[in-house]
């Protein structure tokens, strides 16, 4: 007879049908009763968890050190493009506006102002799109 402390003891599990049936195809597929099946896949030979669960990591741990010094890297990176803290150069934002309104100049320029709300409506709604055209409109004839 075994002792208390080997001898197995009936537990329960809730999990959804689809995944029920699943288990029972993987058991199956391993020679084991469902029960063994997802203790051995749950824990390792001595009873402690089985943190990979017995898949190898894509990554080794130098890989993971020089992966998170890139995003590290480009994180500052991106952060100065979208402005310094105290900066003179313009941050991405101003620059993406500068060149926008360079385009829209261009186009007012060209005589295209119904074009150019024809491509701005969509984004920005009929009545901004007209009110961004008539600003363009004026930066030109202003001299802009």
Do not use: N, Y
Not at 39 to 63: F, I, P
């Amino acid at each position: 007879m075994k002792a208390p402390e080997d001898r197995s003891v009936p537990h329960s599990i809730s999990c959804k049908p689809l995944q029920w049936l699943r288990m029972h195809e993987l058991a199956e597929q391993a020679g084991k009763p469902v029960s063994r099946f997802v203790v051995d896949r749950v824990l390792k030979r001595d009873g402690s968890a089985d943190e990979k669960q017995g898949h190898a990591l894509a990554l080794d741990e130098a890989q993971q050190r020089e992966m998170q010094g890139a995003a590290v890297r480009a994180e500052t990176a991106l952060s100065e493009l979208l402005g310094p803290a105290g900066g003179s150069t313009p941050g991405l934002a101003a620059m993406v506006a500068m060149l926008f309104e360079a385009r829209l100049d261009e186009m007012a320029r060209a005589g295209r102002l119904d074009e150019m709300q024809s491509l701005l409506a969509p984004v920005t709604g009929p009545e901004r799109a007209a009110a961004i055209a008539q600003r363009a409109a004026e930066r030109i004839r202003r001299g802009g």
